[in-house]
């Protein structure tokens, strides 16, 4: 990255918004005003695209997905645990769906659906927990989506992260012991017998 060029690598997946071409390696300008918004001059920022390679596994995706389902009139618990399906098969390890706002009725309440195992504090929460927030805009109000996916472990680091959890224990096989056919005599930690001193001659 040069310091006249800012490069921002978004995750996007391919389909009605990313035509297949525009994935990396080639630059685009970034749309709308952003650039200037943020105080960057014209044509200083380059925007990159990349494929997301496991969606299931992608909070953003996932709450884009509930997003989509909520807007097409989709009830609130079979969308959700249709998200909740999707992404505990795509291999997580845990899963949480929270929406919130007007669902039925004019009260205002929340509806979480957990599924596996979901860490929340610790530094691993960093690495491990992917979180996305996104917004639905229905005609009885706006409702609020939390998605949450705690990643599993991958030592080779593409579906998850490559440092385990700290209290993971891992078990390595012994290994294959030969053992002596003979009876083995050894000597530990004694002190090496000193040699006989030659005896002196008696003269006559």
Not at 144 to 152: H, R, S, T
Not at 163 to 183: A, C, F, G, R
Request: hydrophobic share 35%; with cysteine.
């Amino acid at each position: 990255v040069s310091p006249r060029v800012q490069n921002i690598l978004a995750p996007a997946l391919p389909g009605r918004d990313l035509a297949p071409s525009s994935l990396l390696p080639r630059p685009r300008p970034p749309p709308g005003p952003a650039p200037r918004k943020f105080g960057f001059p014209e044509g200083s920022v380059e925007l990159y695209a990349e494929k997301v390679a496991t969606r299931g596994l992608c909070a953003i995706a996932q709450a884009e997905s509930l997003r989509y389902k909520l807007l097409g009139g989709l009830a609130v618990r079979r969308a959700c645990y249709g998200v909740l399906r999707f992404i505990m098969e795509s291999g997580a390890k845990g899963c949480e769906v929270v929406v919130s706002g007007k669902l039925r009725g004019q009260r205002a309440k929340s509806m979480k659906f957990v599924d596996g195992l979901m860490i929340h504090s610790g530094d691993p929460v960093n690495y491990y927990v992917d979180t996305a927030v996104r917004h639905v805009l229905l005609r009885q109000g706006v409702l609020g989506i939390k998605v949450k996916i705690m990643l599993p472990w991958d030592p080779s680091g593409k579906i998850g992260p490559k440092k385990p959890l700290p209290d993971h224990v891992s078990i390595v096989e012994p290994k294959e012991e030969i053992l002596p056919t003979t009876p083995i005599s050894e000597q530990k930690g004694g002190k090496p017998e000193q040699p006989a001193m030659p005896q002196p001659v008696p003269t006559a």
